[in-house]
């Protein structure tokens, strides 16, 4: 067994890599563009959310129905008439770039935290690099992607979509899978 705090160094260098190459994918590499499309005649809906009172919290399901009244006629008129969809409410104003980037900076230090503390219950001092790369790099893709699956089940994301942020994730995990088969503790 390693100790955690053996391993801040492949948790560190792991993070800073998937943070460069996080911000490279999403701003400069082209595939994410189409991620999110402009609403039609976007002032007169966003008049009409703001004159509605919708504020930032819960996300809101519509046409909103009961358990009890899901095959009720009227519920399924409305759902037939559409459009059906989830509305999330972010807070007004410029987006918290800052803000966000800390978090995202934060959850990659949570998900290369668990990999290594799953690795280091798990593989001795000395393991050989495949090994470390393959329990690493499960660990972390099951971090970074495999919530993306439910937006897509649950939440009516595109496929597409979903896909790609699967693909992004397979990255962050070969790299922390990489970083941390390199730095693996020899034998003592």
Not at 103 to 131: M, N
Request: hydrophobic share 50%; proline share 7%.
């Amino acid at each position: 067994m390693i100790p955690l705090t053996a391993l801040w160094l492949p948790i560190l260098l792991s993070v800073v890599i998937v943070f460069v190459v996080s911000a490279i994918m999403h701003m400069v590499l082209p595939y994410h563009k189409s991620d999110y499309r402009k609403l039609p005649d976007e002032d007169r809906v966003t008049d009409a959310v703001r004159s509605a009172g919708v504020t930032r919290g819960p996300a809101y399901f519509f046409p909103y129905y009961s358990f009890e009244e899901m095959k009720s006629a009227p519920a399924i008129e409305k759902l037939k008439r559409g459009p059906v969809g989830l509305l999330t409410v972010l807070p007004s104003g410029p987006p918290a770039i800052g803000k966000n980037l800390v978090q995202w900076f934060v959850y990659c230090i949570v998900i290369s935290i668990f990999a290594a503390y799953l690795a280091s219950r798990t593989l001795a001092p000395g393991t050989v690099f495949l090994q470390v790369f393959r329990v690493i790099g499960t660990a972390a893709f099951l971090g970074y992607g495999a919530a993306h699956l439910q937006e897509s089940i649950w939440g009516g994301r595109s496929w597409s979509v979903t896909f790609k942020h699967i693909f992004d994730s397979l990255i962050y995990a070969l790299l922390t899978a990489a970083v941390f088969a390199w730095l693996w503790p020899k034998p003592q």
